[in-house]
């Protein structure tokens, strides 16, 4: 089994920015893919970001795009995004998830909350105006 922890998340004024990490611990050898998501309230999880196993890959939401950036460590252990400009729709519980298969690729798949196979229990970020 794999653990993800999330951290960084707060409260933070718009404009501002944050980071946010996220540690696999277990079996991560059956880690391939990561990526993060968030859910607002009263809506459902949308994709903010994904990186490949190979960590040179990587996609982003049309809404996050130049304002955020996701990173992964050389080991592939932990997963980071820092997040700039912040806007307050920018407000949800942010989710890091990790996928276990190595051929796992491409935006369509790696977008897709179903395709991945662990979760974090989330890390609130909070934008006031």
């Known amino acids: 089994q794999v653990q993800l922890v999330e951290s960084g998340g707060g409260l933070v004024q718009a404009g501002g920015s944050l980071r946010l990490s996220c540690a696999a611990s277990g079996r991560t050898l059956s880690v391939y893919a990561m990526g993060w998501f968030r859910q607002a309230p009263g809506k459902g999880r949308e994709f903010v970001a994904a990186v490949s196993w190979s960590a040179i890959t990587k996609y982003y939401a049309d809404s996050v795009k130049g304002r955020f950036t996701i990173s992964r460590d050389g080991a592939k252990k932990t997963v980071s995004l820092q997040m700039n400009s912040l806007k307050p729709e920018d407000t949800a519980v942010y989710y890091c998830?990790?996928?276990?298969?190595?051929?796992?690729?491409?935006?369509?798949?790696?977008?897709?909350?179903?395709?991945?196979?662990?979760w974090g229990q989330g890390t609130q970020v909070t934008v006031s105006s």
């Open positions: 998830a990790a996928n276990n298969d190595r051929l796992s690729m491409g935006w369509t798949t790696l977008s897709s909350s179903a395709e991945y196979d662990y």
